[in-house]
Every structure is written in C-alpha cells, then in structure tokens.
C-alpha cells in the first residue's frame, strides 16, 4: 500500500493486485471515523478480505492511553 499526498488533507491510496486480509477497528465517535468507512468500503470494492469491527465509544488514539482503562 502507497499513500500519496496531493496536499496536506488529502490523500489517495494505491494498493497492489494483492492486499493481504484485513482487520479495520474503529469507533463511532472518533473525529476521523467516517475514513475509517471510506476506507473499508474501498477495500470491499475491490474484494478483499476484510473485517471491520466498530464500538461506539473509544475516542481518537484511545489504544495509546497510559492508563489501563477499556474503551
């Protein structure tokens, strides 16, 4: 996978003729969930193998918190 910057919000994703299985996480009320889907909907499009799990609370970045608090 290349990610290729047109300007400093935007980019295009190019993948390979094989895209391994993959395993998108993300939650509902993080700023940058609806890439998430855009995401995921490519990766269907294109007929990988895909499994995308959504929580509805978690936050951006919650997976890097110091404290050991669940989502």
Same mark, same amino acid.
């Given at each position: 996978?290349?990610?290729t910057s047109?300007?400093?919000k935007? #980019? $295009?994703?190019i993948f =390979?003729?094989s895209? =391994?299985p993959t #395993?998108? $996480?993300? +939650?509902?009320d993080?700023?940058? $969930?609806?890439s +998430?889907?855009? #995401?995921a909907?490519?990766?269907? %499009?294109?007929n990988?193998?895909?499994k995308?799990?959504t929580l509805?609370y978690g936050?951006?970045?919650?997976?890097?918190?110091? %404290?050991?608090?669940?989502?």
């Amino acid at each position: 996978m290349k990610l290729t910057s047109v300007n400093k919000k935007t #980019f $295009f994703i190019i993948f =390979s003729i094989s895209v =391994s299985p993959t #395993f998108i $996480f993300g +939650t509902k009320d993080d700023i940058y $969930f609806n890439s +998430t889907l855009i #995401f995921a909907k490519y990766l269907k %499009e294109l007929n990988c193998n895909l499994k995308l799990q959504t929580l509805i609370y978690g936050d951006h970045g919650y997976g890097l918190r110091k %404290e050991d608090v669940a989502a």
